[in-house]
């Protein structure tokens, strides 16, 4: 997000510090962020870019000056975690209490176009589209936890009417609130699929493995092994015009909070969280060969940050070699699949058994430190995609062995919007196809060019992995 427009701020303000914490410049020579003071910035016309936010200066790859060390300000200012905190904590306690938008950008003590930079930058979604999400995801809990009614479910949520309730329902979940409501009395549901839904890019990269062991697919049908609070089972997603049947297998007896999960797991799986016609109107070229496509998501944000760092640096084929190896070695089967490992069950591998299989010893060093720090409540890996994308960053480089390439990977699989993989080499040799480059462009570079994409970088390096 840019913001404000260049024309709009007063330079001589600028020059005296006025708007100093307001908002910050980006110069290309040297490709840094600045405080509007800095006098880097005073005299140039062209090449100045300016960002309403410390984590969208840094997004783009820019880095902070050294001369005005804007980061220092900043961190002093804050960058808003504290508010969305408390903005999320009431949604999720009591989200009937706030009207819309406007209320809520008043209860925090913010003008609409503050709050619009807080939920930029943590929830990667506007006002109105993170407060249905928090609608929804309340009246979701409601319906099954309390056996509330639809209309009791509704109005706890805050939504001013029924019809209003069941069509942000179904697009969220797939389903009517009261389909949702009768979750886990068959072994089956199904989920409606937008018109445009393109089922070949989640078949194709569920069945990227053709030897895998936790997922499989044939032409229609996506199997899934997934953990459950009452043990192991396997989805089967069959796909048949817009609709996704799923049928769910095990060889426990699942209770409501199982079908719940599983329910999400396959929403993700579907890549169904996000509404994509924002970014296919603001980039109709990049598109163009593939409209409807969406993020196929890991489901367990544990499996996306294993996958992410075994396939530091090697091809994919070896990365899902060594991938078997872990779920051979770690998982638990359901029938002839096996679940994914748990972080108990990645913390107990022997290292020798790991270095045997052909890994690395610094990628066997990073896997079961992860796994042990996840276990020690370091990081709550299942919980990142619920809470704030500059805190889940921060949280996933702090952890041996992940770096930026790593965290914005498990970013994106897991649910952010905004999030690009810089240092992905895919990635950078298609921005250098996409404008004819000489060379492939670096991480900074990379990440500059994908500027041109926020807020939805996520879907724009989907769009140009696919373009390959």
């Known amino acids: 997000m840019i913001f404000p427009p260049l024309a709009d701020w007063d330079r001589r303000a600028a020059r005296r510090g006025a708007l100093d914490g307001v908002f910050l410049l980006g110069t290309v020579e040297p490709y840094a962020y600045h405080l509007p003071s800095c006098p880097l910035t005073t005299g140039r016309r062209a090449g100045l870019m300016a960002f309403a936010s410390e984590a969208q200066a840094r997004a783009a790859g820019l880095r902070p000056c050294q001369r005005c060390k804007p980061h220092r300000r900043h961190a002093v200012q804050g960058d808003g975690l504290d508010v969305f905190q408390a903005l999320s904590e009431r949604l999720d306690r009591a989200p009937a209490t706030v009207a819309d938008a406007t209320h809520l950008a008043t209860w925090a003590g913010l003008c609409e176009p503050a709050l619009a930079v807080i939920l930029a930058d943590h929830a990667h979604a506007t006002a109105d589209a993170w407060l249905t999400h928090k609608r929804v995801a309340f009246a979701a809990d409601r319906?099954?936890?309390?056996?509330?009614?639809?209309?009791?479910?509704?109005?706890a949520a805050g939504f001013p009417s029924a019809?209003?309730?069941d069509r942000a329902f179904v697009v969220a979940m797939g389903m009517t609130p009261d389909a949702y409501r009768r979750l886990g009395e068959a072994p089956r549901f199904t989920l409606r699929l937008p018109a445009d839904y393109r089922k070949a890019a989640v078949l194709a990269y569920q069945g990227r493995d053709a030897e895998g062991l936790a997922e499989r697919t044939d032409a229609a049908t996506v199997w899934k092994a997934?953990?459950?609070?009452?043990?192991?089972?396997?989805v089967a997603i069959r796909f048949e015009r817009r609709a996704a049947h799923v049928e769910v297998t095990s060889d426990h007896a699942l209770g409501t909070a199982s079908f719940a999960l599983l329910h999400r797991d396959v929403r993700r799986i579907l890549g169904l969280g996000h509404d994509i016609r924002p970014f296919e109107a603001a980039h109709p070229t990049l598109v163009a060969p593939r409209r409807g496509l969406r993020i196929p998501l890991i489901p367990r944000a544990f499996d996306a940050l294993c996958w992410a760092i075994i396939g530091q640096q090697i091809n994919l084929s070896f990365a899902g070699s060594l991938r078997r190896e872990l779920i051979r070695l770690a998982g638990e089967r359901v029938g002839d699949m096996i679940v994914h490992p748990t972080p108990d069950a990645v913390a107990r591998i022997d290292p020798d058994e790991l270095l045997r299989r052909r890994f690395s010893r610094a990628k066997t060093r990073y896997l079961i430190d992860t796994a042990k720090a996840i276990i020690a409540g370091d990081l709550d890996i299942e919980g990142l995609a619920d809470g704030s994308a500059v805190e889940a960053e921060r949280r996933l480089t702090a952890l041996n062995g992940i770096g930026t390439w790593t965290?914005?990977?498990v970013m994106m699989r897991i649910g952010f919007a905004d999030a690009a993989p810089v240092g992905d080499s895919g990635l950078a040799t298609a921005l250098e196809r996409l404008h004819g480059l000489d060379m492939r462009p670096d991480a900074v570079a990379t990440a500059r060019l994908m500027a041109a994409y926020a807020p939805w970088r996520s879907l724009a390096s989907m769009h140009l992995w696919a373009s390959l």
Do not use: K, N
């Open 226 to 234: 997934l953990g459950t609070p009452d043990g192991p089972a396997v």
């Open 143 to 155: 319906l099954l936890g309390q056996a509330a009614t639809v209309a009791d479910a509704c109005e």
């Open 163 to 165: 019809r209003a309730f």
């Open 407 to 409: 965290a914005r990977y």
